[in-house]
Nanobody, 115 residues
């Protein structure tokens, strides 16, 4: 399974971006899909996670601003980022887990928020 993330870029504080992450390859079934981020000098942290049935959880720092969603038919997960802040600047990674417990990571997409 390969994950391809896209949608990052440079945006002003208060702006919005939409990240996408599409899975390809031999896919039996993807269960949880999630987004992580890693800022310079910091550990990678979980931003949001969504189950196959649509249950979601968010890091406290992004609640009310970010929305995770997925399209199971397209094996794709999305992250809508609104009201962006400078501290949201990071490389954003998508992750997927399959039916057999396999875990797959995307290559990362840079989000830079200018203040």
């Amino acid at each position: 399974v390969q994950l391809q993330a896209s949608g990052g870029g440079l945006v002003q504080a208060g702006g919005s971006l939409r990240l996408s992450c599409a899975a390809s390859g031999t896919i039996i079934r993807l269960n949880d899909m999630s987004w992580y981020r890693q800022a310079p000098g910091k550990q990678r942290e979980l931003v949001a996670i969504i189950s196959r049935g649509g249950d979601t959880n968010y890091a406290d720092s992004v609640k009310g601003r970010f929305t995770i969603s997925r399209d199971n038919a397209k094996n794709t997960v999305y992250l809508q980022l609104n009201s962006l802040k400078a501290e949201d600047t990071a490389v954003y990674y998508c992750k997927a887990e399959d039916l057999f417990g396999g875990r797959y990571w995307g290559q990362g997409t840079q989000v830079t928020v200018s203040s």
